[in-house]
């Protein structure tokens, strides 16, 4: 298991958002997941691997979540690609649900597991890198908040 530095101590500031908890964190902009890869906490490795999501060009999402039975922490968390799985078609008494636009779910294996190892230590324990899609660099602006619209639209 490595010993070195946590992925914290790096230099490109990454945000994220866990549970109505949000914080920035810092993280090496070229560095890859790697199992034994360690954070100082759940929210630091989900900005890490949000941010290297980004620049591969795949969107995250949080799949589940362990807790503690002794006192109701989560102590693993499992991030993947957001086409993992598939989406299973639902019956409403006896008639197939007919979605109004393609599942974007093709069953991608992509992941990233984090367990915590102890207080203010999470280790990556499984690392999947491989895409079954084609990967998407999309640019820097996003799309734009509510926000945005009113003041286009008050302008």
């Keep these: ?3 070195g530095p946590l992925a914290e101590d790096k230099n490109v500031i990454a945000d994220s958002s866990i549970g109505g908890e949000s914080g920035i964190y810092e993280v090496d902009a070229n560095q890859e ?13 989900k ?3 949000d941010e290297y999501a980004k620049r591969l060009g795949f969107l995250t999402r949080i799949v589940s979540s362990r807790k503690s039975e002794r006192d109701g922490s989560i102590i693993s968390r499992r991030l993947a690609c957001n086409k993992e799985g598939f989406n299973v078609n639902s019956q409403r008494r006896g008639q197939v649900r007919i979605r109004k636009r393609e599942s974007k779910r093709e069953g991608c294996m992509a992941m990233f597991l984090v367990k915590r190892e102890k ?3 999470w280790v990556v324990t499984k690392f ?3 895409h079954n899609h084609p990967l998407v660099i999309s640019s820097e602006k996003g799309r734009p908040t509510p926000d945005t619209y ?3 639209v008050t302008s």
């Design 1 to 3: 298991m490595d010993t």
């Design 33 to 45: 997941p790697y199992e034994g890869m360690l954070f100082e906490s759940e929210e630091a490795a």
């Design 47 to 49: 900005a890490f691997y």
């Design 119 to 121: 207080p203010g230590r």
């Design 128 to 130: 999947v890198r491989d």
């Design 150 to 152: 009113k003041k286009n």
